[in-house]
């Protein structure tokens, strides 16, 4: 069912994790990086993917690009907010920001691998950073109650530089060296993988402290987060169910896959600890969202008898 890639980033995912909380202090030498092995992680998952790609993407379906914009930045999390007020109103600000935030910038690797329709995963990513420092704020101001003031210049710089770093960096790559993109590519996966160990050591190294000490809240928001992903799998789902197999995956990416390390820097301004920590343990179901996602692909990919 499931390939070794899956089972080694599943391994590789916990074991970091573990790693970071368990032992802050050496995470801790990990923590300025996150930020750029995800910068590092879009620019691997560019390689394949020419410019060209996203465009005519846009071009040939602008109505499913809008579409998925409405649900992701504004329905999604209004929906997501009000179930978790009911349910868990400990979690539902974690919620909110986590549902509407902007799509991962690793959400292209992932699509790739799982035979999505990348470019239009690349389009999300470019689409909801550049719309998320205008929605998010709203969103915490309309649903509750509170005033957030963000310096709008700073935030896009930031998305600009990990969104479209990697992008110039790519097209210089492919006009002058495009053979050293292929040896790259290559190595796609095992450099991946440990940027990604890098980023899960910084981050839970960061909050080891309010780990070890609010071990049952650690685990309410484990289960929390786990049933976020569970959501967003359902309403990647819902939403696309008429479409072709690979645009399904991208919107349950789209949904599911978030910029944790930017909702981890905005929760930590603008909230308690517990936002934060909720959003750096969805790193856990973010992967087990992965082999669903993995499953559901092959099982709909599957001739019908």
Not at 86 to 105: C, I, K, Q, R
Not at 180 to 190: D, G, H, I, R, S
Request: glycine share 4%; with cysteine.
């Amino acid at each position: 069912m499931f390939n070794p890639k899956d089972w080694t980033m599943l391994a590789v995912t916990f074991l970091s994790a573990a790693g970071g909380a368990m032992l802050p202090q050496f995470g801790s030498l990990f923590q300025p990086y996150p930020l750029y092995c995800m910068m590092a992680v879009i620019f691997l998952s560019l390689i394949p993917i020419p410019l060209t790609g996203i465009w005519s993407t846009v071009r040939q379906a602008p109505l499913s690009a809008s579409y998925l914009l409405v649900l992701k930045l504004v329905l999604l999390p209004v929906v997501v907010y009000h179930l978790f007020r009911w349910t868990l109103p400990e979690y539902a600000a974690s919620a909110m920001l986590l549902s509407g935030m902007s799509t991962a910038v690793a959400s292209p690797f992932f699509t790739t691998m799982l035979c999505g329709n990348t470019a239009l995963a690349l389009v999300m990513v470019v689409s909801t950073s550049v719309l998320v420092p205008f929605t998010l704020p709203g969103l915490v101001q309309l649903l509750m109650g509170r005033s957030v003031d963000i310096s709008f210049v700073a935030m896009s710089r930031l998305l600009c530089v990990v969104i479209f770093v990697p992008v110039a960096l790519i097209e210089v790559f492919r006009r002058c060296t495009p053979k050293l993109l292929t040896k790259l590519y290559a190595a796609q996966f095992p450099v991946s993988m440990v940027l990604f160990a890098v980023t899960n050591l910084g981050i839970f190294s960061k909050y080891s402290s309010f780990f070890h000490q609010k071990s049952s809240t650690l685990l309410l928001a484990l289960a929390a987060s786990t049933i976020l992903a569970v959501l967003f799998f359902a309403a990647g789902i819902l939403f696309s169910w008429r479409r072709p197999v690979a645009d399904q995956v991208s919107a349950i990416v789209t949904f599911g896959f978030m910029n944790n390390s930017l909702t981890i820097i905005f929760a930590s301004q603008f909230f308690g600890p517990l936002e934060p920590t909720t959003a750096a343990i969805y790193n856990i179901p973010f992967f087990g969202l992965f082999l669903a996602i993995r499953y559901y692909q092959q099982a709909k990919s599957k001739p019908r008898s």
